[in-house]
């Protein structure tokens, strides 16, 4: 595709004071154009687009004008828009990912689940991510996501050293009561940072299970603590992250979706707090009540670590 954002010759665009100094041009656009646009919507246009598309095209075409937009730029932008397309696929999400860096997806993830909330109790939600896959396992209480570990992977020593056993209740928000048969969809990389659909070496549906809450509403499981990784690098989301100079890493995390009849959905992550990127996530997903200290576990060669946590759940 070459590059996304095109050289421009800066005195094609730029006027020069007499002392040398550039200024941005102050072209006279029509200043009735938005209003056009806006106005050609029709009466029985569909009531959430005829609310919101005005914002929309007002805010669009006033960032044209303050960045004074150029044909080659918007015409780079599109480009980079079609090769994401072009590359999703149901094991990737390029579009997801480039709404990843730039934020929005947390942001809108925000925004829902606050305007959806009953309760301040309730677990707070971060992103979806590109990498989920909604047909993963039903497994038993008590079994393990991590299949086939052999000491002929390249990182069994890691695997091993962080080991870990999850548990936690799903509990009702307000009331606090135990939720019997919810669901916990949980998914996470190897310790090389791939999920399974990106790495041919791993079994179909590694690091991945779903698992149902018993009478006291509790889940358990084992995974591994997880690790920091680079979101891919290799489509036109990488790419553009690294023209805004940005590190494309994540903090280690497990993803959640936790679900129950009469309940409102929760899809969360969990961040280990030993991580060095907590602070720093290349998509804006970490908050504070989501960050997690796992402890040593003792009698138990089944793991190294443990991690409890409660998932609290709003009323639809």
């Given at each position: 595709m070459g590059q996304m954002i095109p050289d421009l010759n800066p005195r094609a665009?730029?006027?020069f004071k007499t002392n040398g100094v550039p200024k941005m041009p102050k072209p006279q656009y029509?200043?009735?154009?938005?209003?056009?646009?806006?106005?050609?919507?029709?009466?029985?246009?569909?009531?959430?687009?005829?609310?919101?598309?005005?914002?929309l095209i007002r805010h669009l075409?006033?960032?044209?004008?303050?960045?004074?937009?150029?044909?080659?730029?918007?015409?780079?932008?599109?480009?980079?828009?079609?090769?994401?397309?072009?590359?999703?696929?149901?094991?990737?999400?390029?579009?997801?990912?480039?709404?990843?860096?730039?934020?929005?997806?947390?942001?809108?993830?925000?925004?829902?689940?606050?305007?959806l909330a009953t309760s301040t109790a309730e677990t707070p939600s971060a992103i979806l991510g590109p990498f989920y896959r909604s047909d993963a396992p039903f497994l038993p209480n008590g079994s393990s996501i991590v299949?086939?570990?052999?000491?002929?992977?390249e990182w069994y020593d890691?695997?091993?050293?962080?080991?870990?056993?999850?548990?936690?209740?799903?509990?009702?928000?307000?009331?606090?009561?135990?939720?019997?048969g919810a669901v916990v969809d949980v998914w996470h990389t190897a310790p090389n940072g791939l999920y399974e659909q990106q790495d041919s070496s791993q079994p179909e549906m590694n690091f991945r299970g779903?698992?149902?809450?018993?009478?006291?509403?509790?889940?358990?499981?084992?995974?591994?603590?997880?690790?920091?990784?680079?979101?891919?690098e290799d489509g036109p989301a990488g790419r553009f992250l690294k023209m805004l100079d940005r590190h494309p890493h994540?903090?280690?995390?497990?993803?959640?979706?936790?679900?129950?009849?009469?309940?409102?959905?929760?899809?969360?992550?969990?961040?280990?707090?030993?991580?060095?990127y907590i602070n720093n996530d290349a998509v804006f997903a970490v908050k504070d009540e989501l960050v997690v200290t796992f402890?040593?576990?003792?009698?138990?060669?089944n793991a190294k670590w443990s991690l409890e946590y409660d998932f609290i759940l709003g009323r639809e």
């Open positions: 665009t730029m006027e029509d200043p009735k154009f938005t209003d056009k646009v806006i106005a050609a919507t029709g009466p029985h246009a569909h009531p959430r687009l005829a609310q919101i598309m005005p914002s075409h006033d960032f044209a004008r303050e960045v004074n937009l150029t044909v080659a730029e918007w015409s780079a932008a599109v480009d980079l828009i079609n090769e994401c397309g072009q590359m999703s696929n149901e094991q990737r999400n390029e579009t997801q990912l480039l709404c990843d860096i730039v934020g929005l997806e947390s942001l809108v993830d925000e925004i829902t689940s606050k305007m299949q086939n570990l052999d000491p002929s992977i890691q695997a091993i050293a962080d080991s870990a056993f999850l548990t936690g209740q799903v509990l009702a928000a307000g009331t606090g009561a135990p939720i019997q779903r698992f149902t809450t018993d009478e006291d509403g509790r889940y358990s499981l084992y995974a591994l603590r997880p690790v920091p990784y680079p979101i891919p994540r903090p280690g995390h497990i993803h959640f979706i936790v679900s129950a009849p009469g309940y409102r959905p929760l899809t969360t992550q969990l961040y280990d707090d030993r991580d060095k402890q040593p576990r003792e009698g138990d060669s």
